[in-house]
């Protein structure tokens, strides 16, 4: 029951540049609330890796930068690392039924 | 830093009650002004966000869940927990505990493999 609608596959060769979205609703993104983002490496936990929509936590390499915009948001990663494939999700909060936290369907990297 | 450790049965059968708890380590569960939150993520499929607790015992649930959820915090175990009634195979995932931090989930614990099967 993701609410935030993601690609569900990108991918790029080592070095290149790529960028996942995240399209929300007037429940969540729309209504003005933060975006944060999250890596899974397949068998692990998710970790935090954009808070506050542009926010690197600490040991968060800089390669990795965000945005949001009206009813959306983006991740970018700059300069394609092989270690950077994994499942990306977006994340909000949402005044809907659907739930305070609400996530997006997840995009899979691959590293080419 | 903040651990999280969940624990409790790997398996459950239908009908019966999911029961799993979360132990925090390196800081106490009753300070700051941290939600702590259940999230659990079916084998192959997204995360889907289940409640929250604050210290003082307060909760909210996911709509989807809230006639089945409970969710119940020790404080002085350092502990949340959380009890998903009427199970069906549909419950089958890796449930996880996590701190909210400004409406983010950023400590997380490493998850736990609950299957419901008989």
């Known amino acids: 029951q993701s609410v935030l609608t993601q690609p569900p596959s990108v991918s790029g060769a080592p070095g290149q540049r790529v960028t996942i979205s995240c399209t929300g609703s007037?429940?969540?993104?729309?209504?003005?609330?933060?975006v944060h983002w999250y890596q899974q490496v397949p068998g692990t936990a998710p970790k935090l890796l954009i808070y506050?929509?542009?926010n690197r936590p600490s040991g968060v390499p800089d390669r990795f930068s965000a945005s949001k915009s009206a009813t959306s948001a983006s991740l970018v990663i700059s300069g394609l690392q092989a270690e950077d494939e994994a499942d990306y999700f977006c994340?909000?909060?949402?005044?809907?039924?659907?739930?305070?936290?609400?996530f997006g369907t997840g995009t899979k990297v691959t590293v080419l | 830093q903040v651990q999280l450790q969940e624990s409790g049965p790997g398996l459950v059968k239908p009908s019966q009650t999911l029961s799993l708890t979360c132990t925090v380590s390196g800081g106490s569960i009753s300070s700051g002004s941290y939600f702590w939150s259940w999230i659990r993520q079916p084998a192959g499929k997204g995360l889907e966000w289940i409640g929250r607790i604050y210290n003082s015992g307060s909760t909210s649930y996911n709509p989807s869940l809230k006639s089945r959820v409970t969710i119940s915090v020790d404080t002085s175990k350092n502990q949340f927990s959380l009890r998903l009634s009427s199970v069906t195979a549909a419950d089958t995932a890796v449930y996880f505990c996590?701190?909210?931090?400004?409406?983010?989930?950023?400590?997380w614990g490493q998850g736990a493999l609950v299957t419901v099967s008989s």
């Open positions: 506050l929509n542009n």
């Open positions: 007037s429940s969540n993104i729309g209504a003005g609330y933060d």
């Open positions: 994340q909000s909060y949402d005044i809907s039924l659907s739930g305070l936290y609400v």
């Open positions: 996590a701190r909210v931090v400004a409406r983010a989930f950023d400590q």
